[in-house]
């Protein structure tokens, strides 16, 4: 069966297609209606250069080591498992994205919830995770004052985008499975009406060779 065979099935059986094509649009409208847009917060934190870099009283390692390579450390520890076990027991989804700007100190951070204000608070939280781990990490030093790296916020309510990607997704997930469903159906029937009107063809035509042959006049010699 080639592609003209299933629209003239389709078509000559369009009283089978259309009542599931009706319900289709209306279990498609309604799976867009039950859903939810979701949110996503990005926010941006910087690691700072310290404020007087030539103190030496208690020097620290790490300003030698630069804070764009220091924010790539922290991004790895801040994502670790045991960074997403603190987010998640801080009554979050362990779910933020990190991203450190290319030859940047810039860490930008990403989280997703049915909620603004619950991701908003989230990166919040990550926001404050990463501060935790920058501090950690020269705490071993125990840095002079202003030789120490620290972090500042650019955007501390973040930028908030709302998204229906996912909605158009499951209403196109939907309407596809019932435009399929419906067009299997139609021609799941068509081919048993044809085979029905195909045997009753063929006994009508054994009824009318039966009745010919019992009517046949008989020579008699």
């Known amino acids: 069966?080639?592609?003209?065979?299933?629209?003239?099935?389709?078509?000559?059986?369009?009283?089978?297609?259309?009542?599931?094509?009706?319900?289709t649009a209306i279990g498609t409208a309604a799976v867009v209606a039950s859903q939810r847009p979701l949110y996503t917060v990005q926010a941006s934190i910087i690691l700072m250069p310290p404020t007087n870099p030539?103190?030496?009283?208690r020097p620290n390692p790490l300003v030698e080591v630069g804070v764009h390579a220091m924010a790539q450390s922290v991004k790895a520890t801040?994502?670790?498992?045991?960074?997403?076990?603190?987010?998640?027991?801080?009554?979050?989804?362990?779910?933020?994205?990190?991203?450190?700007?290319?030859q940047s100190p810039v860490i930008d951070v990403a989280y997703t919830d049915p909620s603004a204000a619950h991701a908003q608070a989230a990166v919040a939280q990550?926001?404050?995770?990463i501060?935790?781990?920058?501090?950690?990490?020269?705490?071993?030093?125990?840095?002079?004052?202003?030789?120490?790296?620290?972090?500042?916020?650019?955007?501390?309510?973040?930028?908030?985008?709302?998204?229906?990607?996912?909605?158009?997704?499951?209403?196109?997930?939907f309407a596809g499975f019932g435009v399929l469903a419906?067009?299997?159906l139609t021609v799941l029937v068509?081919?048993?009406?044809?085979?029905?009107a195909?045997?009753?063809?063929?006994?009508?035509?054994?009824?009318?060779?039966?009745?010919?042959?019992?009517?046949?006049p008989v020579s008699v010699h």
């Open 78 to 102: 801040a994502t670790s498992k045991h960074g997403r076990q603190r987010i998640a027991d801080a009554g979050y989804a362990p779910v933020y994205n990190l991203l450190v700007q290319a």
């Open 131 to 173: 501060a935790d781990e920058v501090a950690a990490a020269q705490a071993p030093y125990n840095p002079a004052p202003g030789h120490a790296i620290t972090t500042r916020v650019l955007n501390p309510q973040g930028t908030v985008t709302p998204s229906t990607a996912h909605i158009k997704r499951k209403a196109i997930v």
């Open 198 to 216: 195909r045997r009753r063809a063929e006994v009508s035509v054994d009824a009318v060779y039966a009745t010919g042959r019992a009517q046949a």
């Open 190 to 196: 068509d081919g048993h009406l044809v085979r029905r």
């Open 182 to 184: 419906g067009a299997a």
């Open 126 to 129: 990550v926001m404050r995770l």
């Open 1 to 23: 069966m080639d592609l003209r065979d299933l629209f003239k099935i389709l078509w000559r059986r369009w009283y089978l297609l259309a009542p599931v094509l009706v319900l």
């Open 54 to 57: 030539l103190a030496t009283a």
